[in-house]
């Protein structure tokens, strides 16, 4: 179990001083600590008599219940109801009005009091003008330093503090001042840096949970928690987010060698991350009331609110102008040969893909360079080292001789690296490379040198005066936008390539498909062809064959003109038989027949007139509506289909009343329906399935049934690319509907 108090920290172990368990806090309020449900005063700081008239011995094991009176109970029981409460709170205890901040600890409840003060209205108003002329500023700068400068100069007038800091985090976390409002108690530090280890992780976690830490007295004396460790949960109580928790000694012990006595600082969230802080300094202690706190807050969260709308416009302008070059990139490529003649295309080049000043493209054994790069004996070091070293897509660095000390040798053209692996295995890489900056940085003291105390502990640097240093072998950093527009720019050149040989293999597949059809199609025509003249043929000819051994068994004249009259019959069929195998074959095998303006009352009529014309033909009542008049198609097919259509809706006419035939046309939705309907004997769909259309497939026992009519219509329907549908009721009638994706007028 960790114990604060047997944690031995210096400057070498601060990163993991367990600050959350420090069992102290600065005596300008008060701290319990309750159990959630019977709200018992589990632990307590041992100041509550200057507070409270209650000695801390006094408090603890005892209900708040029964230590307030029942409207002040009631009242603070309605807030740690909350789940959330939001502070500060304005509470009473036995008539003494305090700030209660209030918040949870696992299943504890932390209460915390500061003693009430007022603002004036003077105060008050004071305040607001200046928060509404540093608005006002805001909405019209337009750049990270004077926004952090104007902020800075409204925060000195409102605290009144010596020093006021705008700080900035960089990447690696340590911090330069980017803004300063001072008087002239306190040194400049605008433009110097700060090294990580000044705010080590722990109070940078500290700085993102709780936004306001303020130390009003760097010398006042601390105030124990009793007892240390929580009597119900054995351990140290958790107070991180408190607003009274004591520093740390390393860090009072830093600020004690500025020369400050009170420091208040407000963190800068951007998006939920830490972006910096404003640290304000003072030389004598000073206490900054809740109603400061607010204000200064506020105006913290204006900044943050601001930088981050700078930095989205810039990253949106910087994204826009990537994304461009990136689409342009792409479809010079598409329209190349390769990867590699589009990119040496110079109307969009490579290099604007990033704010890099050389870019190489490592294909094939090949090296392509684009602006300053390393010698190719150099790039091939470090793509070997890339390949061996890095298991990453996406490697990017600012100070690639750091881990790779080779790049050292050409830190001024290539000292930032952004990589981009193609093939680990074939060494095929892009890359992008940035110079070396050339900086000199001042620091706030010498970072390197933390001093060895006489208790043998490494103690923060007493000295602040400026330090310079000369930055070597670093380049500007690596921007998410950069990072993004790379690896977009390399899926698009993967995609267009993988797509290129998608469309090859399917061209080609096409082809293959093409011929294997084709003759596929032939052998079916030959094979379909064969069938229908072995089936066709072969019973007419049976009948003739019958025929002739009846007159031969019997060769008298009766039988002789039975034998004639039934011949001539037969003979007729298979004529017939024969055309109408022969229209098939033609359908099957030449589709390309000419397209033609085709007059549809034209063809009805010449229907109706051979179908009158059949001997013994009941008469039949036709209607006839032609909303489209002509169509284009080849006539043999329009002709075709409907006489087959016609015939049928007569053919199998009900003897149970006369036949109606009503044939139709019209245009919907770009395309050309024709239905022809009848009230004749109809059919049973949901019997016949889609064996409907199929080849010998007859439905009622008609002598003139052959099952070739309907087979026939659908082919010659489908290889004009139309749609033919059906509908039917058993002795209610027939509707056949075809339709044609083709105008007409």
Same mark, same amino acid.
């Given at each position: ?92 205890w036995q008539g003494n009005l305090f700030f209660g901040f209030i918040h949870t600890s696992g299943n504890k409840i932390i209460l ?239 290099l604007a893909l990033t704010e890099g000043t050389g870019a190489i493209v490592a294909l094939g054994n090949q090296v392509t360079n ?86 043998l502990r490494l103690h923060p640097r007493k000295s602040f005066e400026k330090w310079e240093e000369v930055i070597k072998g670093k380049?500007?950093? /690596?921007?998410?936008?950069? !990072?993004?527009? @790379?690896?977009?720019?390399? #899926?698009?050149? *993967?995609?267009?390539? +993988?797509? =290129? ?120 009542? /036709?209607?006839?509506?032609? !909303?489209?008049? @002509?169509?284009?198609?080849? #006539?043999?097919? *329009?002709?075709?289909? +409907?006489? =087959? ?101």
């Amino acid at each position: 179990m960790q114990n604060y108090k047997n944690h031995f920290v210096d400057l070498s172990n601060c990163d993991t001083e367990p600050i959350y368990i420090i069992g102290r806090i600065q005596p300008h309020g008060f701290l319990l600590v309750l159990d959630a449900v019977t709200h018992v005063i589990e632990q307590t700081s041992t100041n509550t008599a200057d507070f409270l008239n209650f000695s801390p011995e006094s408090l603890l094991n005892q209900p708040l219940a029964d230590l307030l009176s029942n409207e002040e109970y009631q009242h603070l029981h309605d807030i740690l109801l909350q789940e959330q409460p939001v502070n500060p709170q304005l509470l009473s205890w036995q008539g003494n009005l305090f700030f209660g901040f209030i918040h949870t600890s696992g299943n504890k409840i932390i209460l915390e009091g500061e003693p009430y003060t007022t603002s004036s209205d003077l105060d008050r108003i004071k305040d607001n003008n200046r928060l509404v002329r540093l608005n006002e500023q805001l909405n019209v700068l337009d750049n990270l330093a004077s926004v952090a400068q104007a902020v800075a100069k409204t925060l000195l007038e409102v605290l009144a503090y010596d020093r006021v800091e705008v700080i900035q985090y960089d990447s690696e976390w340590n911090s330069e001042v980017i803004a300063e409002a001072r008087n002239n108690q306190l040194p400049a530090y605008l433009g110097h840096h700060f090294p990580a280890s000044d705010i080590p992780a722990p109070a940078r976690e500290l700085l993102r949970q709780k936004h306001i830490r303020q130390i009003p007295d760097v010398h006042a004396p601390s105030v124990e928690i009793i007892p240390y460790y929580n009597p119900t949960t054995g351990a140290p109580t958790n107070i991180i987010k408190s607003e009274l928790r004591n520093p740390s000694e390393i860090h009072l012990e830093y600020v004690h060698n500025m020369g400050v006595a009170a420091t208040i600082s407000f963190s800068v969230l951007v998006k939920g991350n830490l972006w910096g802080l404003i640290s304000c300094h003072n030389v004598t202690p000073v206490f900054m009331d809740v109603w400061k706190r607010q204000t200064g807050e506020l105006i913290t969260k204006a900044f943050a609110n601001n930088v981050s709308s700078i930095q989205e416009k810039r990253d949106k302008k910087q994204w826009a102008r990537f994304r461009e070059t990136e689409e342009q990139l792409i479809r010079q490529i598409n329209s190349s040969k390769n990867i590699r003649a589009g990119l040496l295309k110079t109307e969009y080049n490579l290099l604007a893909l990033t704010e890099g000043t050389g870019a190489i493209v490592a294909l094939g054994n090949q090296v392509t360079n684009f602006g300053l790069v390393p010698t190719e004996e150099q790039v091939r070091a470090l793509i070997d080292w890339l390949a061996e070293n890095n298991t990453e897509r996406l490697f990017c660095s600012r100070q690639l001789e750091k881990i790779f000390p080779e790049a050292a040798a050409y830190r001024e053209v290539a000292s930032g690296l952004l990589a981009l692996e193609i093939s680990r295995y074939n060494k095929e890489y892009l890359l992008f490379f940035k110079p070396e900056i050339k900086e000199t940085r001042v620091w706030a003291g010498n970072p390197e040198l933390p001093k060895l105390g006489a208790d043998l502990r490494l103690h923060p640097r007493k000295s602040f005066e400026k330090w310079e240093e000369v930055i070597k072998g670093k380049s500007e950093g /690596w921007s998410l936008n950069e !990072q993004e527009i @790379t690896q977009t720019f390399l #899926k698009d050149v *993967v995609a267009l390539q +993988l797509r =290129n040989q998608a469309t090859q293999l399917e061209n080609l597949n096409k082809e293959l498909t093409q011929a294997a059809d084709a003759l596929q199609a032939k052998n079916d025509q030959l094979e379909d062809f064969a069938h229908i003249m072995s089936h066709n043929l072969r019973s007419p000819l049976s009948n003739i064959t019958g025929l002739h051994q009846l007159y031969q068994d019997e060769p008298n004249l009766e039988n002789a003109a039975f034998a004639i009259e039934h011949i001539k019959r037969v003979s007729d069929n298979m004529t017939q038989t024969i055309e109408d195998l022969n229209v098939i074959l033609k359908t099957r095998i030449n589709r390309q027949l000419p397209v033609e303006e085709v007059q549809l009352s034209e063809i009805i009529q010449k229907e109706q007139q051979n179908l009158l014309a059949i001997p013994g033909q009941a008469p039949v009542e /036709w209607h006839v509506d032609l !909303q489209v008049k @002509t169509i284009l198609l080849p #006539k043999i097919y *329009v002709e075709s289909f +409907l006489h =087959n259509l016609m015939s049928n809706a007569i053919k199998y006419r009900s003897p149970e009343r006369a036949p109606v035939v009503t044939i139709k046309s019209w245009l919907a939705n770009e395309r050309i329906y024709i239905a022809v309907s009848d009230n004749g004997l109809g059919m049973n769909l949901a019997k016949m399935g889609d064996k409907l259309f199929g080849l010998y497939k007859t439905f009622h026992r008609h002598e003139n049934a052959k099952g070739l009519g309907l087979y026939l219509t659908k082919m010659q329907i489908e290889a004009l690319g139309g749609t033919i549908e059906v509908a039917s009721e058993l002795n209610k009638g027939t509707t056949f509907t075809v339709s044609f994706n083709q105008t007409g007028d």
